[in-house]
């Protein structure tokens, strides 16, 4: 509600000193810090407020108007209309009053008739100031800097008129507007500085650790353009510093190796998909060394890329090492191959000078030679003498093992379908021995004794990581009865299914043919990733 002149008149009599709110009354500390936040210094020479103060002059018709800032010891003068100085001490401010007032306005209609002013020099002396009218600056934490005055030299017993004082409140929230307008862009500057800064330090923070690497490091822009190698890449390399941006890096791999790595990156950036790969890096020295390169991508909050960062690792020696390993471990196993080429041979020679021992013999060896097949699956090759099928595939071992019952159009009598199972060398010498002795059995005695005949062999991989494998014989010879004893093939089979895998076997001798079930859980047929022996 505005104050009447009548108001004002009261203010000016009868107020005692005690009555009066002392100056000081707010936190100076955080009110220097705010103040500091605008940074006025040169403010007044730039004339940004000088409008304000002649329209605040014109409104209520007086010859000087201002807009100060109250600091700890003065108070600065941003905008001055009638008066020449630029600030005065604080302890003769009309507007420190203002600020701690409890109206948004304050008016004097007669500055010596109120105690509060009457002695001060302004009055007593220059300006001689007799009507004061003062709208108070607050910050957007709403704490006081000063206000937007009018003065005259004249009292006014009449003070201000609503339309003033509320012209005088809308000037002072427009002085506010600009000073915040000055503030935000100050501080617009001061969070770009800090962030520049920010980012400087930890561009320089991560050189130095780059640097410092014992890998290759690199780094590319979204569209896999590189600008940025650590000095360990042009230590290795040899290469001038930044002679490998761009796609220039490509040409630093072997040439049997660019296309590969070229399409392994492109299809990285492409899908955003981690990039790894082997490839041969050229050597400051001129040679090529094995090199491992992996790459991730970096995102944003949106899940765009940014930046894709990089390492390239030498693996030479290890490359080397594995290399010689793996020779070494593919003439060992050609080797056993032939143990079992040498036992077969031996069987056989002790066959033909024991006739009673022939059948026997021949079983033995027939063992031994399926042995000898899983055992070529899973082992070692090289290149020129790796199996087509995957060695790690139970449907490819089981394929390799049922070679010799293909019919006469080269189609094989076992036909395997369903799921596949990864298998390894564990697990290759129980299977061999299983799946023998049922082929075996079926050859002599049951559906592959026939030239109708033939075995369906399904796979199941169940949810509980259970694997069902079901030998069904058809076409076979009618079974008219169940066999009332077990050979030594019948145990063979419980060994290898049971004991060595762990499973559990059950035959039902149909009249169309013998349908066996073995369940083995999956965790039997290879080892978990990392835990298998070196090839």
């Known amino acids: 509600m505005d104050k009447t002149p009548e108001d004002d008149a009261t203010a000016c009599h009868g107020v005692s000193v005690a009555d009066t709110p002392a100056p000081t009354f707010m936190n100076e500390a955080d009110r220097a810090a705010v103040i500091r936040a605008y940074d006025l210094a040169g403010y007044r020479d730039s004339g940004q407020l000088d409008d304000l103060a002649a329209f605040a002059s014109e409104l209520c018709g007086t010859p000087i108007a ?86 005259s030299p004249e009292p006014r017993p009449e003070g201000l008129t609503p339309f003033q004082r509320r012209g005088l409140e809308v000037l002072a929230t427009a002085v506010m507007g600009r000073l915040q307008d000055r503030r935000a862009r100050r501080e617009h500057e001061q969070a770009v500085e800090a962030s520049e800064a920010r980012v400087a330090d930890s561009e ?19 569209d896999g353009f590189h600008d940025y190698y650590n000095a360990r890449w042009y230590e290795f390399t040899g290469m001038p510093d930044g002679s490998t941006d761009g796609e220039a890096w490509n040409g630093m791999f ?44 970096i995102r944003d909050a949106e899940g765009h890329i940014t930046r894709w960062f990089g390492t390239c690792t030498d693996i030479h020696e290890q490359k080397l090492a594995l290399e010689e390993r793996e020779i070494v471990s593919q003439e060992l196993s050609h080797r056993i191959k032939n143990i079992f080429a040498v036992i077969s041979g031996l069987i056989a020679f002790a066959a033909r ?136 093939g019948s145990q063979l089979v419980e060994l290898s299914a049971v004991r060595q895998l762990g499973g559990k076997v059950r035959r039902d001798w149909q009249p169309n043919g013998l349908v066996v079930t073995i369940e083995v859980l999956l965790a039997a047929f290879s080892r978990p990733p990392g835990t298998g022996p070196c090839r």
Request: charged share 25%; proline share 6%; with cysteine.
């Open 254 to 297: 072997h040439v049997e190796d660019q296309e590969r790595a070229w399409t392994r990156w492109r299809h990285s950036l492409a899908t955003g998909e981690p990039y790894q790969i082997e490839y041969r890096l050229r050597h400051s020295d001129g040679t090529y060394r094995w090199v491992l390169g992996r790459a991730l991508p």
């Open 66 to 151: 201002l807009v100060s800032v109250v600091e700890e010891e003065t108070q600065q003068f941003l905008a001055t209309v009638g008066i020449d100085a630029d600030q005065t001490p604080r302890d003769t401010s009309f507007c420190a009053h203002v600020m701690v007032g409890r109206a948004e306005t304050m008016v004097v209609p007669d500055a010596r008739r109120d105690v509060r002013f009457a002695d001060y020099s302004l009055v007593k002396g220059p300006p001689h100031i007799r009507f004061y009218a003062g709208a108070r600056l607050l910050s957007r934490e709403g704490i006081p800097l000063g206000a937007i005055c009018v003065i």
């Open 353 to 488: 000078s024991h006739p009673d021992f022939v059948g026997i013999a021949s079983d033995l060896r027939d063992r031994i030679t399926a042995l000898g097949r899983a055992h070529d699956f899973v082992r070692p090759h090289s290149p020129q003498s790796r199996p087509k099928a995957r060695q790690d595939s139970l449907h490819g071992l089981l394929g390799d093992l049922f070679e010799p019952y293909r019919g006469d159009e080269d189609v094989s009598r076992i036909l395997v379908t369903g799921d596949d199972v990864s298998v390894d060398d564990r697990s290759a010498t129980p299977l061999a021995l299983l799946f023998h002795e049922l082929a075996t059995n079926a050859a002599k005695y049951g559906a592959l004794s026939v030239p109708t005949g033939h075995v369906e062999l399904a796979v199941r991989r169940d949810d509980s990581e259970m694997v069902t494998l079901c030998w069904q014989e058809l076409g076979g010879p009618k079974l008219y009865a169940t066999p009332d004893h077990s050979g030594f």
């Open 204 to 222: 320089q923070r991560f050189r130095t650790l780059a640097d410092t690497m014992p890998q290759m490091v690199w780094s590319t822009q979204p």
